[in-house]
């Protein structure tokens, strides 16, 4: 299947399924590992490739990103998560093809039980991103709407059925809203676990989407 163009994905899921079973299709069909893109309507659903996924270092605990299949032009490489002693976060930082740095997803313990974890991404350049349980943000007025709206999103998928056909979910996934930790707290990016990912802003390097995606909310 022909690669799309990575730089401007919007949706996408990690996984190896090329055209998922559909009413009108009896045989799913697959490739390699790969960050994918959906396409056409769910009858006719495909999932297009923009990036490829391998694994690196010398015991493969890396994840590393090329713009093709045979691995010769590389986006990203996501290295082996560190640890802060005294804080318990967990971070991986993200690499260009040179060696820059373009980024570090930060896993932050909760402070208490029964809370969760939650994850920042900083970005050089732009403001940090925080990822948040999509129960925890907002207002009253807010968090009722996302009740209406859970309800509404539940019976699309049903429907449209997007992870279904990806072939790789597990299980219900936690969503996140990411939002920029400045006053605006402007919706960056939408993640379920990193099985669905959509970015919501042109200037989130779409790496950095793409290697939460990988690591996984764990």
Known sequence: MVPVAWERVRDFVVGNTERPVTAKRREASFGPLAVRVPKNGKDLRVFAPCAYVAHTGPDGADY?????????????VIDRPGTEAASGERHHEVRDERGRLLGT?????????????????DQPGHPTVVGRNEWASGDARAFTLRMVDKGFTAALNAVTSLGAEGGD??????????????????????SEAGDRVTVKSDWLDRRLAFAFALVGDH
């Not at 990103?65 to 010769?72: I, K, M, S, V, W």
């Not at 909760?110 to 991404?121: E, G, V, Y």
């Not at 597990?170 to 006053?183: C, F, K």
């Open 64 to 76: 590393a990103l090329y713009a093709d299949p045979e691995h010769t032009r590389r986006l990203c």
């Open 105 to 121: 997803l930060r896993r932050i313990p909760p402070r208490s039980r029964p809370f969760k974890h939650t994850w920042r991404i």
């Open 169 to 190: 979910t597990r299980g219900r996934p936690r969503t996140l809203e990411w939002h920029t930790a400045d006053s605006g707290g402007r919706v960056v990016m939408i």
